[in-house]
């Protein structure tokens, strides 16, 4: 006999927020929701609407928890939890933020939801892999909401960051958070096919979390997945053709001890079987994550 659906869980009147938040997270289990937009678990994803339709601050969630609340704010946040289950959309989008590396990103369906592990690289400096004393120009291709451009130049005081991507949409999005951050004398933002709009420019870093699944692989995405542009996850048979391109070019536009770092995620096995003469270094995440590859300048062939 088929499996019996869960009951559907019952809200206290006047739930406190910790209620509020469990009674969400019951909804979101019974209701099979993917996630991966900056949450794992349905606690979290419940968490995250619920303290963003209440304006309260994660920085007090200690106290945040115990607090009741009337009616008409457990109806706001009801509303939220409706459409995450009806629509299958990602929470940041339903939330029009996303954090990264500690930094408040604007996002909306223009652009993939910030989640990349390149935070902890960026918080390190990309130390050992790199001297961040002596890095003076950045790339980031396929910037997307320009996040890792923009921590980048934060994390960097004294470097200019360059930020490509195809999509005008995205720049839109990223122009925005330049903005937002305050960065626009150190952030530019161009519009184009990987190096295609950088001329001749030479980086000590180039950072890149391209789109990386296969056309096979679309196919099999939660849905939340597919309110994300197809244009920034769908990348060839493979899923490697941008990856290809960003190796081609790579020596032409690094400095000398510069290095590239590109996130792959479970494209790695096939990043690896389409290129074994390359000496790429998988890094490893404290943090969780994985998938990213560093290949120095010397170490790349012609």
């Known amino acids: ?93 339903l939330m029009g933020r996303m954090w990264f590396a500690g930094l408040e990103f604007e996002v909306d369906a223009r652009v993939i939801v910030p989640r990349s592990p390149f935070a902890e690289l960026i918080h390190a400096g990309f130390a050992p892999w790199i001297d961040p004393d002596r890095v003076r120009r950045i790339l980031d291709i396929g910037t997307g909401s320009g996040c890792i451009a923009i921590a980048c130049a934060i994390a960097f005081p004294r470097a200019q960051v360059d930020a490509v991507d195809v999509s005008l949409h995205a720049l839109e999005v990223a122009r925005r958070n330049v903005a937002r951050h305050g960065v626009g004398d150190r952030v530019l933002l161009f519009q184009g096919d990987v190096y295609e709009p950088l001329g001749d420019a030479r980086y000590d870093l180039i950072v890149s979390n391209p789109p990386y699944v296969s056309d096979e692989e679309m196919q099999t995405l939660p849905q939340e997945y597919r309110h994300e542009p197809d244009l920034a996850l769908r990348a060839g048979a493979d899923g490697l053709d941008i990856v290809r391109r960003i190796l081609a070019g790579a020596r032409r536009h690094l400095e000398p001890g510069g290095a590239l770092f590109v996130e792959v995620g479970d494209s790695d096995v096939r990043v690896q079987t389409a290129f074994p003469d390359l000496r790429l270094t998988w890094l490893e995440f404290e943090r969780g994550g994985g998938g990213v590859f560093l290949i120095r300048a010397e170490e790349l062939t012609a």
């Open 1 to 93: 006999m088929p499996a019996r659906p869960a009951a559907r869980p019952e809200l206290p009147t006047a739930p406190t927020v910790a209620e509020l938040i469990r009674y969400g997270a019951a909804l979101f289990e019974r209701a099979g929701l993917a996630y991966g937009h900056g949450t794992d678990n349905a606690v979290d994803d419940a968490a995250a609407l619920v303290f963003h339709a209440l304006h309260l601050d994660h920085a007090q969630a200690e106290a945040a928890y115990r607090v009741r609340l009337d009616a008409s704010a457990a109806e706001r946040v009801l509303k939220l939890f409706e459409e995450r289950i009806r629509r299958r959309v990602p929470a940041a989008y």
